[in-house]
């Protein structure tokens, strides 16, 4: 176990900081918002805590702490912005955002390292760390989808129009979810660049948002849950398919092409289906068995019908 | 001067060919094909793999770019967006998984690509046509910019003609507009959509096999760039407008060769990205783009 565990070190830290990425997805997808913004924020954490850590050598909660609150701003000030934009304008809009951060650091100089990036940003932060934070935040989404508040932002997500005659506030709902975005982000970001020690511009490309994308629509894109399944199929499926060898990335293709069209719901609404049915077949055996009271059917409803002074058949079309 | 504005050209008549079916298609169907940048890479590609065995002349080249490209197109058309559109129960939640089915389908042809060539940039130099270069004194210019600037420009001509004048024009835009009502006024929707994407994906193969000529050799990775860029193009434009694809293309060309000119050239890839934020806020739908109408 030990020996596994050290030996698998690198991949379980990584399935958790994929975790929280995939959720900086996730949680702006739940409430209907398309917005790869989180991945911009990935960017803004990663930088963030490896300056911070290299040239003050501050403590990592606040080198991180530091990155989530830049990139929380940066999120609201970016939902301010793309207020007017949804569906496939707001998505296209954010990743643009994100990408352009990506040259923004290229082009950073002696702060962000040029193309080469930054290096030497050791610290403190242990794999503990990371499980607690993940755990954490877990558990205050996993509150979040429940009771009143999450109901709230299931209506926002299925019909905002309905939702504003509710009197749910969606432009809020919407801005706070551009913020949780940033700050999860930022997060993943920063813990990722403490634990490599490294951050350079080719971590933030247009294959971190497809990495993200595809972790929720695999896991599915209802539910924290659905980000975590993703986040462990993604992880380790390299691993799983090196029987493979040189067409993992084929078989990856399709998983999640297959994914997308045949599963929507991703791997967590099939689960979730398959309950639900069985649930209800559940409770459908014994009502069988049991003898249920029948009302009495009455032997001509016609004329009842007549009886009681309705139209008669010869009225009816 | 001359020269930089005829490369401007050149380069801007290739965005050009490569956003105009995505355009297209975006603007009619509602399909925004992600896998468009890896079915181009592709069609290169297999040309590429032909022109290894047999040494065939320019048109053969294009021919056989534009029959994958559009074979390609047809497929991922058929086999991944008709059953979601089929599927999808609203209209947004089929975009969703238009837009991811094809980040997903895009990886397959350009896994297979990048297996083949080990990721070396792969050319057509066993290709029986000679890139040739005309001095005109003012600039140089070499076959293959004259025929991608024939091509683009004559096919945009066309295809926006098509689009205004012809029947199938008018019904496809009949699809834009509200795709039920067209529908119900007997326009077949599947044959139109299948037609669409044919011409997209043939487009997206011309492109490629002009672009490799071009360079000289291009790499699997170029699809991802392009996508990106046309994207700029599109939106600069205005979905769905022919006219505003053209001026898309050639003003983000522009643009690009201006800051390569005048600038070291390391914020050359951030103007695609400024150019679509920008316009998203400002007008999000294009220079020429139509008004859209919100009943809701």
Request: hydrophobic content about 55%; aromatic content about 8%; charged content about 10%.
């Amino acid at each position: 176990m030990n020996s596994w565990y050290f030996s698998h070190l690198v991949l379980i830290q990584s399935t958790f900081i994929s975790f929280l990425l995939a959720l900086s997805i996730q949680v702006p997808l739940r409430a209907g918002v398309f917005s790869f913004a989180g991945v911009g924020s990935y960017a803004i954490g990663a930088y963030a805590a490896a300056i911070l850590t290299i040239r003050a050598q501050v403590a990592p909660v606040l080198a991180i702490g530091a990155g989530i609150l830049v990139a929380a701003v940066a999120g609201w000030l970016l939902a301010l912005l793309v207020a007017r934009l949804s569906g496939l304008y707001l998505g296209m809009a954010t990743i643009s955002f994100a990408l352009f951060l990506g040259v923004l650091a290229t082009n950073g100089g002696e702060l962000t390292g040029g193309a080469t990036g930054l290096y030497g940003a050791i610290s403190t932060l242990t794999t503990t760390h990371v499980v607690v934070v993940s755990v954490l935040v877990a558990l205050l989404l996993a509150a979040s989808e429940r009771g009143a508040y999450g109901r709230r932002v299931d209506a926002v997500r299925e019909d905002p129009h309905l939702a504003v005659s509710l009197g749910i506030d969606v432009t809020r709902v919407r801005r706070r979810v551009f913020v949780v975005s940033g700050a999860l982000g930022a997060c993943a970001g920063g813990m990722n660049s403490l634990l490599r020690t490294t951050v350079s511009p080719e971590t933030v490309g247009f294959h971190l948002v497809v990495t993200a994308l595809t972790m929720i629509i695999v896991g599915g894109a209802l539910s924290w849950a659905g980000a975590a399944i993703g986040a462990v199929v993604f992880t380790w499926l390299p691993s799983v398919l090196q029987f493979v060898g040189e067409w993992q990335l084929v078989v990856y293709g399709v998983v999640v092409a297959a994914a997308a069209v045949w599963v929507p719901g991703g791997l967590l609404g099939l689960v979730q289906d398959r309950w639900h049915r069985w649930q209800v077949r559940r409770r459908r055996i014994p009502a069988e068995g049991a003898t249920a009271p029948v009302a009495d059917v009455p032997a001509d409803a016609e004329q009842q019908l007549a009886a009681l002074g309705g139209p008669a058949a010869e009225a009816r079309p | 001067m001359a020269q930089d504005v005829l490369n401007a050209l050149t380069l801007g008549s290739l965005y050009l060919l490569f956003a105009l079916g995505m355009s297209l298609a975006w603007g009619t169907i509602g399909i925004l094909n992600f896998a468009h940048g890896s079915i181009f890479v592709f069609a290169a590609f297999s040309a590429h793999l032909l022109v290894q065995e047999v040494s065939l002349p320019l048109p053969a080249v294009l021919a056989v770019g534009v029959l994958v490209g559009a074979v390609l197109s047809l497929l991922v058309q058929v086999l991944a967006f008709e059953p979601i559109q089929r599927r999808a129960t609203d209209h947004r939640k089929a975009e969703m998984q238009i837009l991811v089915g094809g980040i997903g389908i895009a990886i397959i042809p350009l896994a297979v690509a990048q297996y083949a060539t080990r990721s070396v940039p792969f050319g057509y130099s066993a290709s029986s046509f000679r890139v040739s270069t005309w001095d005109w004194g003012f600039a140089r210019v070499s076959n293959v910019q004259l025929v991608t600037l024939v091509a683009a420009f004559g096919l945009a001509g066309v295809i926006g003609w098509w689009l205004r004048a012809a029947r199938p024009g008018l019904a496809l835009r009949a699809i834009g507009v509200d795709a039920e009502v067209a529908s119900m006024m007997g326009v077949d929707r599947r044959r139109l959509a299948l037609l669409t994407m044919a011409v997209a994906g043939g487009l997206a193969g011309l492109a490629g096999v002009l672009l490799t000529y071009y360079l000289g050799s291009i790499a699997p990775e170029t699809g991802d760039a392009f996508l990106l860029k046309a994207f700029a193009a599109i939106i600069l434009g205005g979905v769905g407008s022919i006219a505003g694809v053209v001026l898309g293309a050639m003003v983000l060309a522009g643009i690009e060769t201006l800051v390569l000119v005048t600038t070291s050239g390391t914020w050359a890839p951030a103007i695609a990205f400024g150019v679509i934020f920008v316009m998203l806020l400002v007008r999000p739908n294009g220079l020429l783009g139509r008004q859209e109408v919100r009943r809701t």
